[in-house]
């Protein structure tokens, strides 16, 4: 077998331990692989400013390299992307961060693309976490509920909306708070306020903003599924022969 001496550790090698080379006398590069490969390292190392110019030169140079390099590396891909990841935590976070606060609605109206594509594979997740976690889920709907009090008054009227097969429009549940001034329509009362159907749904009310209004618990409970008219016109006799009119 044909050898040669490195020029760096001075071994005597077989010729397939050392780097091709035309310009040489024979061919081959003077250092060994390993002694090579490590020289290249220290100088990357020593030098990482013109190890960076020189990559996006030829980058700039070869808009495909990166493309053509994935598609016949997709291992080594996966692997670098994961050290990328692991190694700059901080940096994708505060890039992700400025991001979507530069093209938020560009990002909210992919998320909604993606979410609608791919309804029934979220279902189907969100379904196996609850199953896994049930304690997990009690505590973050309790700990929800408490911290947005109005947005579950209305989420638990559009579940009863969906029962019913009622009309559903879209629209923010939060506008009917503000609409009322946190305060009962019917009493004016500020504690123990939920959301109340006018039309209730089981006389063919929908679920829209315009049916939607903010009652405290006392009315709410009272007036039921008695219609307005109705139920406005008893109340008032009820307090008449109360003495409170």
């Known amino acids: 077998m044909e050898q040669k001496r490195c020029s760096k550790c001075g071994e005597l090698k077989a010729l397939s331990e050392f780097y091709k080379r035309k310009d040489s006398k024979d061919g081959l590069v003077g250092q060994c692989k390993a002694c090579y490969t490590a020289s290249g390292k220290r100088y990357r190392d020593a030098n990482p400013e013109k190890e960076a110019a020189r990559h996006k030169q030829y980058r700039d140079a070869n808009p ?14 996966v692997a670098y992307d994961q050290r990328y990841r692991d190694t700059h935590t901080e940096q994708i976070a505060a890039y992700g961060k400025q991001w979507y606060e530069t093209y938020r609605e560009r990002a909210k109206a992919t998320s909604k693309q993606y979410y609608v594509a791919h309804c029934e594979e979220y279902a189907a997740s969100a379904k196996r976490w609850r199953e896994a976690n049930p304690e997990k889920v009690v ?33 923010d549940i939060m ?6 001034g946190y305060t009962c329509a019917y009493c004016g009362s500020t504690e123990n ?11 063919g009310g929908s679920h829209s903003l315009d049916n939607l209004t903010v009652a405290c618990m006392s009315c709410n409970s009272s ?6 008219i109705e139920w406005l016109l008893w109340k008032t006799q009820l307090q008449m022969q109360l003495g409170q009119c």
């Open 223 to 228: 007036k039921g599924a008695k219609p307005l």
């Open 64 to 77: 495909d390299y990166i493309k053509r390099w994935h598609k016949a590396n997709p291992e080594r891909r």
């Open 175 to 180: 506008e009917v708070w503000e609409r009322e």
């Open 193 to 203: 306020l939920t959301i109340d159907h006018i039309v209730a749904l089981a006389d």
């Open 139 to 171: 505590a973050y709907q309790k700990q929800w509920r408490d911290a947005n009090p109005e947005k579950w008054a209305g989420y638990s009227q559009h579940r009863r909306a969906l029962k019913a097969a009622a009309t559903i429009e879209d629209f």
